[in-house]
């Protein structure tokens, strides 16, 4: 399908002016340009191999101020590390960010996402998507996974959200200390940006960077912070090597500095800053 036609669907669903009928146009297009099978169309200047229901990642609904933060942190050529990459959408985004001259390390165990994944880096050669099909967590082994129903539930953790398991499965694990070795990449900010997405996990991930934290290796980390975790817990990895939190208020429009409350209702990213690396839309 032309680039032309995938331009204008976008633009007719972002520019909707009113909330009646928005969905109505969404379920007309979805069908028109994603169909039934794989559809790849471009995000920035890569190709994307969107499937069917992927709708909000076709339309740039899906994390919108997750996406803006990317596109501001990140730099041509700088490295980019994808934990619980799922199918790749935000590793994409980081590739058109970062250029052929930078890298993105992705690591994602389910078998499905994984080979969705793969299938992004092989759609896109010229740039360096690097694929693992792994879950961080605190040593070196293997662990079991959990398979939810729900595609973007899979956890190491049984009990998280309590959504209704599909299967379990073996997989190897890593951890972060030694993936940043495996690249070169313990010394001091050398790589841009973590994003953290591990469905409950965080903790088993944190816990196995310590290296990483002390020596600062990390500008920041994006950590999706799962129902009752809240800041608490995630402070005492981060407070030592001198990290500040920043969430997204969406009154405002900006990152803030992040209040230490318990997350019960609702699951949030926190930006976690070095310091001195926060830029100008962080207050």
């Known amino acids: 399908m032309s680039a032309w036609i995938h331009a204008l669907a976008r633009r007719i669903v972002q520019s909707w002016p009113w909330n009646r009928g928005r969905w109505r146009i969404i379920s007309l297009l979805s069908k028109v340009v994603l169909g039934s099978d794989e559809s790849v169309a471009p995000i920035g200047k890569i190709a994307f191999p969107f499937q069917s229901y992927q709708w909000n990642f076709y339309f740039g609904l899906f994390e919108v101020e997750t996406k803006q933060l990317l596109n501001t942190l990140l730099r041509t050529g700088d490295v ?16 058109d960010a ?23 880096a092989n759609l896109n050669a010229d740039y360096s998507i690097i694929c693992h099909r792994q879950a961080l967590s605190d040593c070196d082994g293997t662990a079991q996974f959990y398979v939810c129903e729900h595609p973007g539930w899979h956890s190491l953790m049984k009990d998280f959200p309590n959504a209704p398991i599909a299967q379990t499965i073996d997989v190897v694990t890593t951890t972060l200390d030694q ?5 070169s990449l313990m010394c001091e900010s050398s790589v841009r940006v973590v994003k953290i997405d ?21 500008d920041f980390y ?16 981060f407070d030592e090597p001198g990290y500040m939190p920043f969430e997204w208020d969406a009154v405002r429009g900006k990152w803030i500095r992040a209040r230490c409350l318990q997350s019960e209702e609702r699951i949030e990213n926190i930006l976690w800053a070095r310091p001195g690396s926060h830029p100008a839309l962080i207050e």
């Open 198 to 218: 591990v469905e409950g996990a965080e903790l088993l991930v944190l816990s196995g960077a310590s290296q990483t934290l002390t020596m600062r290796c990390v």
């Open 80 to 95: 980019f590390v994808d934990i619980g990459a799922n199918v790749g959408y935000f590793s994409a985004v980081a590739a």
């Open 98 to 120: 970062v250029g052929p001259s930078g890298r993105v390390i992705s690591s994602e165990p389910e078998p499905v996402h994984f080979a969705r994944l793969e299938r992004l």
């Open 222 to 237: 994006l950590v999706e912070i799962s129902p009752t975790l809240g800041l608490e817990p995630l402070k005492r990895f």
């Open 179 to 183: 993936m940043l070795n495996d690249y």
